[in-house]
């Protein structure tokens, strides 16, 4: 049973779909990592955030599968023989029992499924990958086309309609950054320049999901739900309830920021689907 702050999303997946995003409630961690911390790397205790990921585990009766996220876009294939730890900043399953997980404390995370379930995706977007390269090819471009791949293999499909969940992440009204971030989505998207606000000389409040959903809508991605930038759902603005890198780096003076990591899981459930 999932403990009652964790955030369920409110979208049209299929049954047999589940999803699910962590709050700091539920877990096990002591200050300031209370209490439900799934980061190995942000310097909790290993035996709580190891007691939080199989609390993960058993609430939703699923593996999460958690990977090592370097803000790139590489998309990693998940089967249950692939282990924790390994690099890559999304990934996408047709294997029942197994959740893709994007770990997050500000960053954007992005789920996605079809209509009719049987593959599931999800991605972990910061603003560098969600820019991606000089070709303007960043993570969601690149999860997009792996898990398009994998649902027409399975379904036999040539086109497959594609929904998206956008969960928490640091808001609008928060997230101040630096000219040359503006310019990486306007030189691929000459239209994201509405999602900055000016906030000073070079300065800008980035709208990181309307940034997200602008990208989606170039992918033709037209049911997007979730996040929509309003104050609920900013990870800065709501310590009680979610964990924030930029509002709480540097405090303690731990090198990481001494805060936790929440999770964006969707699985298939195993008593539906058959792998």
């Not at 998309?75 to 249950?80: F, G, I, S, T, Y």
């Not at 999860?143 to 994998?150: D, E, H, K, T």
């Not at 709480?248 to 999770?263: I, K, L, S, Y």
Request: glycine share 12%.
């Amino acid at each position: 049973m999932l403990p009652p702050d964790w955030l369920v999303p409110d979208w049209p997946a299929p049954a047999g779909v589940r999803a699910v995003f962590t709050t700091r409630a539920g877990g096990t961690s002591a200050a300031p990592f209370d209490s439900m911390n799934l980061g190995t790397h942000v310097g909790d205790a290993p035996t709580a955030v190891a007691a939080n990921r199989a609390a993960l585990a058993r609430a939703s009766a699923a593996r999460p599968v958690f990977l090592d996220q370097v803000h790139g876009v590489r998309v990693l294939a998940l089967d249950a023989s692939v282990p924790d730890g390994r690099q890559a900043d999304a990934c996408v399953t047709a294997v029942p029992g197994l959740a893709c997980t994007a770990m997050v404390a500000d960053c954007l995370p992005v789920l996605l499924t079809t209509p009719a379930g049987g593959v599931v995706a999800a991605a972990h977007a910061g603003w560098r990958g969600l820019a991606g390269g000089a070709d303007g090819c960043g993570v969601l471009e690149t999860v997009y086309s792996s898990f398009q791949a994998l649902a027409q293999d399975r379904q036999g499909l040539s086109a497959i309609k594609t929904i998206a969940w956008l969960g928490p992440c640091i808001g609008p009204s928060a997230f101040e950054v630096g000219a040359e971030v503006k310019a990486a989505f306007e030189s691929a998207q000459p239209e994201a320049g509405r999602c900055f606000v000016a906030a000073g000389p070079g300065k800008y409040l980035a709208n990181l999901p309307a940034l997200a959903r602008l990208r989606l809508r170039a992918l033709g991605v037209a049911q997007v739900y979730g996040n929509d930038g309003s104050a609920p759902w900013c990870t800065v603005g709501n310590p009680s309830r979610f964990f924030s890198h930029r509002r709480d780096a540097g405090v303690g003076g731990n090198g990481f920021g001494t805060t936790g990591r929440m999770a964006a899981c969707i699985w298939l459930d195993r008593r539906i689907f058959r792998a």
